[in-house]
């Protein structure tokens, strides 16, 4: 960012446009899932329709937002309409008694949530501590890779602590291919 004609105010912009679009994540995730558990149940049709649905969501959300947020009322739009073709398939599956939801996997997600949360602050620290101290492209660069690597090291030592299971799975492969 910030070379030739991209400034510090085409940063900020950006930076906002990637906070708006950021809530989506995790259902985007989900939504595809789900979009194939439809077709695995041979419906093709009520992701179709759900998505028509989410459209005139999305265009309402759209005019509503650009006004006040410019171009990242339209990130934060388009955020709105994946996370609700998630959440929508999601409630449709559930009402057919694909039972997804469940108490473990309620806990698993607040833990997972936690330990992300942890991780946010601490790269809202790292941020305020270490990046004043970076001049120049390369020394960014290097600190940004740092911090990717200890961010990913704390995640998965967080995981550990609140208990997620999947994340000694995670550490199993890590080791396996550092072993290589």
Do not use: C
């Not at 149940?41 to 006040?68: N, W």
């Not at 339209?74 to 929508?88: F, K, R, T």
């Not at 601490?122 to 961010?151: C, F, I, K, N, Y």
């Amino acid at each position: 960012f910030e070379r030739g004609q991209f400034r510090e105010v085409e940063t900020a912009r950006t930076a906002l446009v990637f906070l708006a679009y950021a809530p989506q994540l995790p259902f985007t995730a989900l939504d595809q899932l789900l979009i194939v558990a439809f077709y695995a149940r041979k419906d093709t049709k009520t992701p179709v329709a759900v998505g028509a649905a989410t459209v005139v969501l999305y265009l309402g959300s759209a005019l509503a937002l650009i006004g006040p947020l410019d171009v990242a009322g339209l990130a934060l739009a388009n955020a709105i309409q994946n996370s609700m073709h998630g959440l929508i398939l999601l409630v449709i599956l559930e009402r057919a008694g694909a039972h997804l939801i469940d108490g473990e996997l309620v806990g698993w997600t607040l833990r997972v949530l936690v330990a992300s949360a942890g991780i946010g602050v601490g790269l809202w620290l790292a941020e305020w501590a270490l990046l004043p101290m970076a001049h120049g492209a390369a020394t960014l660069a290097v600190l940004l890779v740092g911090l990717a690597l200890a961010s990913a090291a704390l995640y998965l030592l967080l995981l550990e602590l609140l208990g997620v299971r999947d994340s000694r799975r995670v550490l199993a492969v890590v080791r396996e291919r550092i072993g290589r």
